[in-house]
């Protein structure tokens, strides 16, 4: 759903609502008015005329007559804002005749003039907001800007000059708007009683004093409000001057008079900048948005979240612990029933025993020689390899699978080659090497080193 602009206008019993929404890049509007004879009644009013409820992207904008503000224009060196908003109150303390006690200030962005900056400033008394915020049914939230009559009607007049003619049944206004913004206006209370042509005659007399003062000449007029009959209409017509038709781009020729102070604030709403507008609706008046209003209800839900997790984390933790004792208790269990159906006793694997079992008995044929090879076998080669006749004695028998390295001393070197020959002509071995022959510490016997290598086709 797109964002509605919704101007609103209370006088004199009568609340006057326009609409303004964009739809398919056209401004569609929407004009409601009704009455009402009381406070009460003109918060249930204004719930009709708005459809209910306004939906949290709705922009509201209402304005207080111009006869419950002061207006002054204040000179600084400075622009900034923190400097501008400490210096409005003293500023103001000494132009005003009366004290800031319970008054609200807003003013308008500052604008370069000669070697300093214009600041329009505009102060209400906080009575006047409350009594106007009472006739809205949701005065928390909306209206969200609450400007001041004639500068909330700029920015839907554009940047042409003029003077703007704003007559309500209870005031008169009239404003000399120049490059967009209000140089000077003149205000009239209490215009119930007094009749078109008295009126005629003070708006006349103040149109010149303000061109005269502005060095301005036959300014084209707005002109708009209730409280323009069709009397006081003609008579601004005879005066010759050209009268500015009200927003003919949006609302053409189907905006009256009395329903133009509503529209052009739902219009100055779509156009304006918040920053560049007045609004009373600071301090103790502040607008609170949906999301601020719900925040109280909102850390009470987070809260109550919060304790439910918690909760649910304690439960679940308490839930792991039973579950955990639980299951070292069955574990006990099957152990102590474990143990009374098994004997006591060290467990054997039976299966891996005999595989032990099995590659020791294989490591123990191969050394006994078993399949025609290990260490018998070579035993037995060396035993047919000595002669009866040799004097020869094995000091050292060193066995593996793929050869076997002997030491000893015989007599004679010859008795060493002899050996060597008869080895090397036996099948079992490969190669037979003399690794070392020398003689004895006696001089007499010959101590000698063989190597045996074992074929690997036998």
């Known amino acids: 759903m797109s964002k509605r602009f919704i101007g609103v206008d209370l006088e004199g019993g009568e609340a006057r609502v326009v609409f303004l929404q964009m739809v398919a890049g056209k401004i569609k509007v929407d004009f409601k008015r009704q009455h009402y004879d009381s406070v009460e009644e003109s ?241 103790e008046f502040a607008a609170r948005g949906e999301l601020q209003m719900m925040r109280p209800k909102l850390i009470v839900a987070a809260v109550l979240l919060l304790l439910v997790l918690f909760g649910g984390a304690l439960t679940m933790h308490m839930s792991y612990m039973q579950k955990s004792a639980e299951q070292a208790e069955l574990a006990e269990q099957v152990n102590r029933i474990f143990r009374q159906v098994i004997p006591t006793g060290v467990v054997v694997d039976i299966p891996l025993q005999m595989d032990r079992l099995r590659q020791q008995l294989q490591a123990d044929v191969q050394m006994l020689g078993l399949d025609g090879r290990g260490v018998v076998a070579v035993l037995r080669e060396l035993s047919a390899a000595v002669s009866a006749d040799l004097r020869v004695e094995l000091n050292d028998f060193n066995y593996s699978a793929d050869e076997t390295r002997i030491a000893g001393s015989a007599e004679s070197f010859d008795a060493v080659n002899q050996i060597a020959e008869v080895l090397a002509a036996r099948q079992l071995f490969q190669e037979v090497t003399i690794t070392n022959a020398r003689l004895a510490s006696d001089n007499v016997r010959v101590d000698f080193e063989m190597r045996l290598a074992v074929a690997t086709g036998r």
């Open 43 to 283: 918060r249930a009013v204004l719930q009709e005329l708005l459809d209910g409820r306004t939906a949290l992207t709705d922009r509201m904008v209402t304005a207080l007559p111009a006869r419950v503000g002061l207006f002054r224009r204040l000179h600084f060196p400075f622009r900034e804002k923190r400097k501008i908003e400490a210096a409005l109150p003293l500023s103001l303390s000494a132009q005003l005749p009366v004290s800031l006690e319970d008054k609200l200030v807003s003013y308008l962005p500052p604008r370069p003039c000669d070697n300093d900056y214009e600041v329009d400033t505009v102060v209400v008394n906080t009575l006047e907001v409350a009594d106007l915020l009472e006739h809205f049914p949701d005065a928390e939230q909306n209206p969200g800007r609450i400007d001041i009559f004639p500068f909330a009607l700029l920015p839907a007049l554009g940047e042409q000059d003029g003077v703007l003619i704003y007559c309500r049944r209870v005031e008169v206004v009239v404003a000399l708007v120049l490059q967009g913004r209000i140089e000077d206006y003149r205000l009239l209370p209490g215009t119930s009683e007094m009749r078109d042509e008295e009126l005629f005659d003070f708006i006349s007399q103040q149109v010149s004093q303000l061109e005269y003062a502005a060095e301005q000449e036959e300014l084209p007029l707005w002109i708009m409000g209730a409280g323009v009959t069709d009397h006081l209409y003609a008579y601004l017509q005879q005066a010759g001057r050209i009268i500015l038709p009200l927003a003919p781009e949006v609302f053409a020729d189907n905006l009256s008079r009395d329903m133009a102070p509503a529209a052009l604030l739902a219009l100055a709403e779509l156009r304006g900048n918040k920053v560049g507008q007045l609004n009373f609706r600071r301090e």
